[in-house]
């Protein structure tokens, strides 16, 4: 994790997403549990306020480990910068097809509705 959230991780977002999935993170020991949460969190907050930035792929990213886009979207409603809302402009842009919002899904296998 600590690769991918410094960028020096070269690799599709969504695919990295499903890893801790597959290891069972929600089953890890609280310290661990607690420890990749916090990352997250920091992760997420960070590329708010930083633009450019990878705000998307945070997205493909954090959301989906966590099974839920929910807990992440009040963050980003609450940041009130001029950072955050161009992040939010670019990936309205990016979701959009032809003036409609697309059926968006997020992560490697589509596997988060959002």
């Not at 910068?81 to 097809?97: M, Y």
Request: charged share 25%.
């Amino acid at each position: 994790m600590r690769l991918l959230v410094t960028g020096r991780l070269h690799v599709d977002h969504g695919l990295v997403a499903s890893r801790p999935v597959a290891a069972r993170w929600r089953e890890w020991p609280g310290p661990e549990r607690e420890a990749l949460e916090e990352v997250w969190r920091g992760w997420w907050r960070a590329t708010l306020h930083e633009y450019p930035g990878p705000v998307t792929d945070v997205l493909e990213t954090v959301p989906v480990s966590g099974g839920a886009l929910g807990p992440w979207l009040p963050v980003w409603a609450d940041t009130r910068t001029e950072s955050a809302d161009r992040h939010l402009r670019d990936a309205v842009d990016g979701w959009l097809f032809g003036e409609q919002l697309a059926d968006v899904r997020l992560g490697f296998y589509t596997e988060l509705h959002a």
